[in-house]
């Protein structure tokens, strides 16, 4: 997402960094019990998965491995699409702040005609 606040820019983790997540984790994902190294024959393959920051660098999270875990794809995205709308939100409310009118407007549709064949709108018989 690219914005007008001043966050640091991601930094991708090195080989040994992922290895002392995958270590402090268990080799699994930080979320749920999915294992992040499969065994295929003997060798130990790194599966699917994703570095998530804990707090995310756009409300205030940093590159440091004490905010940084490796999850899974599916809770990768649930995280992501939480934190999505929390940024949104805190994005919001500093424009709010500093005096700037929302960026969509709310549009005002105008109200449908009644349609005169209805049975609202039937005169009660006697």
């Known amino acids: 997402m690219t914005g007008d606040d001043d966050t640091a820019p991601r930094r991708r983790l090195t080989a040994a960094e992922r290895r002392t997540l995958l270590e402090r984790q268990g080799f699994r994902c930080a979320a749920c019990p999915e294992p992040l190294v499969l065994d295929l024959g003997g060798r130990r393959v790194l599966a699917m998965m994703i570095d998530e920051h804990v707090i995310p660098l756009a409300l205030g999270g940093s590159n440091d491995l004490v ?52 049975w609202r709108n039937a005169e009660p018989s006697s």
Do not use: H
């Open 67 to 118: 905010n940084r875990e490796l999850r899974c794809p599916a809770c990768a995205k649930a995280k992501t699409s939480k934190d999505l709308k929390a940024i949104l939100k805190v994005r919001r409310i500093q424009r709010r702040q500093r005096g700037q009118t929302p960026r969509n407007p709310r549009i005002r549709s105008r109200p449908f005609p009644r349609d005169p064949l209805s």
